[in-house]
């Protein structure tokens, strides 16, 4: 079993900054990928960011230049920094690992860009 657990979210400012956290726990030790999703009322869940264990990053096109992804291995742990935030940035933010081509997901992190 895994269990990955977000951090980090809340209300902010239009141009502001936050940095989403996640830290995986159980039984697996290493994942293929790391990375996160959002869903914002109405639409479909849609990949933010992702990162390989190889170090290999994708972006969605609205967030490239403003976001960044990071992972850190040993702790099973991956961040999403997130800059110059606009209102349509507003979503559930989740957590993603893939091991052996399974997926996990986190609950959820609450992201809310409104002046």
């Known amino acids: 079993q895994v269990q990955l657990v977000e951090s980090g979210g809340g209300l902010v400012q239009p141009g502001e900054s936050l940095r989403l956290s996640c830290v995986a726990s159980?039984?697996?030790?290493?994942?293929?990928?790391m990375g996160w999703y959002r869903q914002a009322p109405g639409k479909q869940r849609e990949l933010v960011a992702v990162m390989t264990s190889g170090g290999v990053t994708n972006y969605a096109d609205s967030v490239k230049g403003r976001f960044t992804i990071a992972s850190d291995a040993a702790k099973r742990s991956v961040y999403l920094q997130m800059n110059s935030l606009k209102p349509e940035d507003t979503a559930v933010y989740y957590c993603?690992?893939?091991?052996?081509?399974?997926?996990?997901w986190g609950q959820g992190t609450q992201v809310t860009v409104s002046s």
């Open positions: 159980g039984t697996i030790f290493t994942f293929n990928a």
């Open positions: 993603n690992a893939v091991s052996v081509g399974k997926p996990y």
